[in-house]
């Protein structure tokens, strides 16, 4: 299984296609859990069982991401390092396009 982000009850193309990977089941729970876990987020926590996005949303769940990027940044190394860094990075970019409708919800798990 892979934890990404897709959108719920997609109404067009653009929203059938939406999706961001975020990482293998397996790497998100041995790097992104301990990290998310160190930081003591509101949102991204969620990530571990499924969260529903919205648009509101998505202003907190980005500042946690900013969160965790700089935990990265400090406390890994190497390929993980870079790996989460770059599907944070995806995050904070991609998703606020997911929001071309103000009642779209993205799920990320």
């Known amino acids: 299984m892979a ?3 897709i959108i719920l009850e997609p109404q067009n193309e653009f929203e059938q296609h939406f999706s961001i990977p975020i990482a293998t089941q397996n790497f998100f729970e041995r790097y992104w ?3 998310i876990e160190s930081i003591n987020t509101e949102w991204i926590v969620g990530i571990r069982y499924g969260i529903d996005v919205t648009k509101e949303d998505a202003v907190c769940l980005i500042h ?3 969160l965790l990027k700089d935990w990265a940044q400090r406390n890994l190394q190497g390929n993980v ?3 989460i860094l770059s599907r944070i ?3 904070e ?3 606020p396009t997911a929001f071309q409708r103000g009642d779209t919800v993205v ?3």
């Open 93 to 95: 970019t991609k998703l």
């Open 107 to 109: 799920f990320i798990g």
């Open 64 to 66: 946690e991401l900013s």
């Open 33 to 35: 859990i301990p990290a």
């Open 81 to 83: 390092q870079e790996q």
């Open 3 to 5: 934890v990404s982000a």
């Open 89 to 91: 990075v995806l995050l």
